[in-house]
């Protein structure tokens, strides 16, 4: 079946064509092809097996074909794709594998390796699944597909999702060979619902009066949290204190009485374009205007929900670190705002640390360094901004402001070539370099053409001339390189 998928069939004309052979078809290297594309050589034993089978290899192991060694090997099968070193065998991710009762494997992102992580404990009567690092309720659809439920396995007390005729008896339905929770639609008719008759031990579709899914005005049953007979944006419920059903707004939806229906919190709904409907103080739907330019979301304070703040969407905004401005989640149009990160927002992603981290931020960057996305590579990474007065210095690969210490000595700074790209340290006035203890040390004040050289700007070139006959200007050695430390006693302004 498998080897199916290295067989391509291109059809020259009709009823003619020929085959592309899988890369193990060759009868020099694999002489067990001669017979059949479906084996593969073995040298160790020197005998044939059938490709994608466990042939040779250890239990949960298949026999495959390295394309790049040209040779057979053993691998994990793609339903078990993660090898445990220790035992050398395989498992699929948040399986119990070879780890404790209370344990699951799981997938270390930073390695690739398989790792045990620690199940997370839930209410009685409810289950902790792990791809979705949540609980659900034994015995409901939950994660499942349609027709199967969530169960424990007896053997491991793994939670699985399956339909057992002998584990889910109540819940199971003979015609359809699919499992169903009880008081659910299921596969009846609308007005009836999926039960379990203790009488004949069966299960099948009726409606009671006594069930509290029952609706006196219409004379039907309908499933409790779902629509129902209900109208928009409301699901059928069971008011306890009425002691009856009725249909309320679903969950962040507003009472519309003028159509006798809901609507979604912060949406147009029957608003006009620069409007959005929120609460009233008595529970009712209002329309408010959208304060909030096209660019940003609405973030309602808690205490008054027609106040809040205008964020725009991508910035951190009222966000904790590494998540972002989003839109909230729901299908239709929402202007209120969340936060939010996720690997979909790849232009903001950072894949080190799972997080999501605005442009030209710090974000997970060193100091001075900025966050942005290349559009060359498709990549977001962290960059020294040179052309905001900044400069990368390759011995400490560091980023730092120009005319600041940086990565120089004490009493001094660090400054640009002019044109050039190449980028010094030098002492700052008032100081000397001294190659001895490699530092920048204080010089004594200079009397020139009757001023204290102290800060003064006048009779530089007279000063420097002076220094110069007296040999104390260090001179520049051409074999310096770009970002090569080097130390002058040179007075600069920076404007």
Known sequence: MVFLQYVLILLLEPGSGFVIAPPWANPVRNPCSSSSWQLVFWPPNLQCYKIFSQGPCPETQELGFSSQDKVPVCRCPQNLPLLWEPTGKCYSRYSRGPCQVDQYVDLNQDTGNPICRTTERCEPGRVFWPPEQRCFQLYTQGPCHKGDLLIINPLTTEPYCGCDSVLLNQYYYSPLKLCYEQLSRGPCEEGLLFTYNHTSDTTQCSCSSDIPNYSPELGQCYELESKGPCGKGQIFVYDSKLKKPRCECKDNYVYWEKSDSCFREYTTGPCRGSQFIIRDEDGTGVCSKNPCPATDLFFPDEDKNT??????????????????????????????????????????????????????????CLDSFFFKYNRESRSTECFCDTSSGFVFWNETQGCYRTFTQGPCPDNSWLVPGGESEEVYCECKDGFQFSPEDYKCKSTQLIQVSGHRFE?????????????????????????????????????RRVS
């Open 307 to 364: 106040q809040g703040e205008c964020h725009k969407v991508g910035n951190r905004g009222p966000c904790p670190s590494g998540e972002l401005v989003v839109f909230e989640d729901y299908s239709g149009k929402s202007y209120r705002g969340s936060c939010g990160c996720s690997s979909g927002y790849n232009q903001n992603y950072w894949n080190q640390d799972g997080k999501c981290y605005e442009w030209y931020s710090q974000g997970p």
């Open 455 to 491: 800060n003064l700007w006048s009779n530089v070139a007279e000063y420097m001339e002076k220094r110069k006959m007296e040999n104390l200007v260090p001179r520049r050695r051409s074999s310096e390189t770009k970002s090569k430390l080097r130390i002058r006693e040179t007075r």
